[in-house]
């Protein structure tokens, strides 16, 4: 089933289709690239939903993760979209083991989302 016909299909939950894309991930049936410019087209809560699908794979078998998704993590935690950044922040917290000598702007991205009292990145103090 193609991504589009699974956002798509109404009789589909949203957990579902979390699952079916990760799974998809997972198995080398659906490719990260392809799921991420998926992504870029949609709406904020159907880019959330991709976003989400990544999250469940990278939870599973962070080694699918790369330098790009890094990257392109770095890059959405900047938007507006409370989701989007959570999404992002816990995918960032599944992979980013994987590329210790990356982190400076990607660290730097999440501290400024602690700073916002209106964003959902942000992790208790003890």
Known sequence: MEIEEIFQ???????????ILGA???NGGLS??????????????DKAT??????YATKK???I?????LKYLTNVLGGNEPR???????IIG?????????LDNTVASLLKNTRNSGTVVRWPMP
């Open 50 to 55: 991709c976003l989400e699908a990544i999250e």
């Open 94 to 102: 599944n992979i980013i083991w994987l590329f210790p000598d990356q």
């Open 9 to 19: 299909d109404k009789s589909i939950k949203l957990k579902s289709k979390v699952a």
């Open 65 to 69: 993760g790369n330098s790009a998704l």
């Open 32 to 45: 990260l690239q392809l799921l991420l410019e998926y992504a870029d087209q949609q709406n904020a809560v």
């Open 61 to 63: 078998n962070p080694a």
């Open 24 to 26: 998809g991930l997972l």
């Open 84 to 90: 989007i950044k959570w999404e992002s922040a816990k």
